[in-house]
């Protein structure tokens, strides 16, 4: 069955970086596109980033740009987000969900990330 | 503010039937398929709906979805008390190369 597996979150202070990872198993990852999606505490969710099943085309959502880095390595079946320059609402549930071409249908269960002083 | 529309809450009783709008523009919702995700309170958001109008294996036939033109419509028919959740819409939007979900409905059922 599809797996996947968020690790990484915390609590960090603002300016800081944080790697997230995302293990996935149960498929071919490396013949799907992956996203991060964000949900903030009792907030709606948040679109944060898409890379190319084969890492071609990288996307992300405006207030991520130039702070943000989605990659992956389908030798490993490991998604990342690598997120510098972290900031207060950048804290969220982070979210790693496989793209099934035009619908995400696999969710993972998430990972915190609070950015706090 | 969301890309996409949607009423931050609708309400029904048990047995009744309710309808979720999703608006977006012809970036969007005109030009993609639309999908519907549940999240029930405390949970992950799961698949309802994909490419507008297509049900999960495992998703009664309770839900159903439909778009036209920059619209998108969940409707959700016999309502049980399980059924409340927040409910989303997701698309594709070729203007910001980005992808974009509804700012959620809240679903009571009372």
């Known amino acids: 069955q599809v797996q996947l597996v968020e690790s990484g979150g915390g609590v960090v202070q603002p300016g800081t970086s944080l790697r997230l990872s995302c293990a996935a198993s149960?498929?071919?990852?490396?013949?799907?596109?992956m996203h991060w999606v964000r949900q903030a505490p009792g907030k709606g969710l948040d679109w944060v980033a898409v890379i190319w099943y084969d890492g071609t085309k990288k996307y992300y959502v405006d207030s991520v740009k130039g702070r943000f880095t989605i990659s992956r390595d389908n030798s490993r079946n490991t998604l990342y987000l690598q997120m510098n320059s972290l900031r207060a609402e950048d804290t969220a549930v982070y979210y790693c969900v496989r793209y099934n071409g035009n619908w995400w249908d696999y969710w993972g269960q998430g990972t915190l990330v609070t950015v706090s002083p | 503010q969301s890309v996409l529309t949607q009423p931050p809450s609708v309400s029904a009783t048990p047995g009744q039937k309710v309808t979720i709008s999703c608006s977006g523009s012809s970036f969007n919702i005109e030009n993609n398929y639309v999908s519907w995700y549940q999240q029930l309170p405390g949970t992950v958001p799961k698949l309802l709906i994909y490419e507008n109008n297509k049900r999960p294996s495992e998703i009664p036939d309770r839900f159903s979805g439909s778009k036209s033109g920059t619209s998108a419509t969940l409707g959700i028919t016999g309502l049980q008390t399980g059924d409340e959740a927040d409910y989303y819409c997701?698309?594709?939007?070729?203007?910001?190369?980005?992808?974009?979900f509804g700012g959620g409905t809240k679903l009571t059922v009372l």
């Open positions: 149960g498929f071919t990852f490396g013949s799907y596109g």
């Open positions: 997701g698309t594709w939007d070729n203007s910001l190369s980005a992808g974009v």
